[in-house]
């Protein structure tokens, strides 16, 4: 496995695992609070979009259909 693969792999993981604690924290209605700033719903929400989101593009260029940068596509002679 290519250093490139095994990076994509990983951070496709660790997006999804961020995902993942977001949508336990919106099922659970967990409040978060910074000093006297009470944080909402709203930004779990972004963060579960765009965490699943990155998380799915990272594991499609992981793929073995995407070929790496220094092959060229194509007939190899």
């Known amino acids: ?34 000093g006297s700033h009470s944080f909402g719903q709203i930004p779990s929400f972004i963060a579960v979009t765009l965490s699943a989101i990155l998380s799915i593009w990272m594991a499609k260029l992981a793929g073995p259909w995407c070929p790496e940068p220094n092959e060229a596509p194509g007939p190899k002679f």
């Open 1 to 34: 496995m290519k250093s490139r693969t095994l990076g994509l792999r990983v951070s496709s993981l660790l997006f999804g695992l961020f995902c993942l604690a977001h949508i336990a924290r919106l099922s659970t209605r967990a409040e978060i609070i910074v």
